[in-house]
């Protein structure tokens, strides 16, 4: 079934180190995305891309890093920059031309 | 800023009663809407879009309504089940395929 796959579902990491959410799409679509989620809030946009080798940077992208060299692949590095990290972490992704995007179950991640 | 919003963070209803959840956006720009709800830890799931050209479209079970003149958007549930009970967040874009501002969303939960 096509769909998006995110891994881990659930991750600790001590302070000071790197952490990466993987995100994979076989739906085809031309952009991804990533969204952090705090309890009781919305979501907030870290980074997307909308083609292959190119992303932006969203309204929170301060400690984060991602990659966009294969279609289907946008991983999210959550460095030591970050001074708040854990929280649900979610990808998504959506064809160029249409608005709605689909959603992975996300990736909560625990710095201890 | 841009910034999408909701009137009430909890929605309380009984089985069987409409629920209405309303949402409002400040960016008259908007002209792509989109409901989602999210069950607790996963993601969200699409439930129904409209496009500024519109002001009402139906799916099964649900409603949207778009006014632009007050800027309003609500997502109308008919018959309310248990299942129903879950998070919904509108967003909004103001170009397809752009990456959709979320609000903060409504905890929708309904009672037998």
């Known amino acids: 079934d096509g769909g998006i796959t995110q891994s881990p579902k659930y991750l600790f990491r001590k302070e000071g180190q790197n952490v990466t959410l993987s995100c994979e799409q076989n739906l085809n679509h031309d952009a991804m995305y990533w969204y952090r989620q705090d309890p009781g809030q919305g979501l907030r946009l870290i980074y997307y891309s909308q083609i292959v080798n190119d992303f932006q940077k969203g309204d929170i992208a301060e400690g984060y890093s991602v990659s966009r060299e294969k279609k289907e692949s946008f991983p999210l590095t959550v460095t030591s920059a970050q001074k708040n990290p854990t929280a649900f972490y979610l990808c998504a992704s959506s064809m160029r031309e249409t608005g709605e995007l689909f959603f992975g179950e996300g990736s909560r991640l625990t710095v201890l | 800023g841009e910034s999408v919003g909701l009137h009430l963070p909890t929605l309380s209803v009984q089985e069987g009663d409409n629920s209405i959840i309303n949402c409002a956006y400040s960016?008259?720009?908007?002209?792509?809407f989109i409901w989602y709800k999210q069950e607790s830890g996963k993601g969200p799931q699409f439930i129904i879009d409209?496009?500024?050209?519109?002001d009402k479209r139906q799916g099964q079970r649900v409603t949207v309504l778009l006014n632009k003149t007050v800027k309003h958007l609500s997502l109308q549930i008919a018959a309310t089940q248990p299942g129903d009970s879950a998070v919904y967040f509108c967003?909004?874009?103001?170009?397809?395929?752009?990456?959709?501002?979320f609000g903060k969303g409504t905890t929708l939960s309904v009672s037998s």
């Open positions: 409209i496009r500024s050209n519109m």
């Open positions: 960016n008259s720009a908007s002209d792509y």
């Open positions: 967003a909004e874009s103001n170009q397809a395929g752009t990456a959709l501002i």
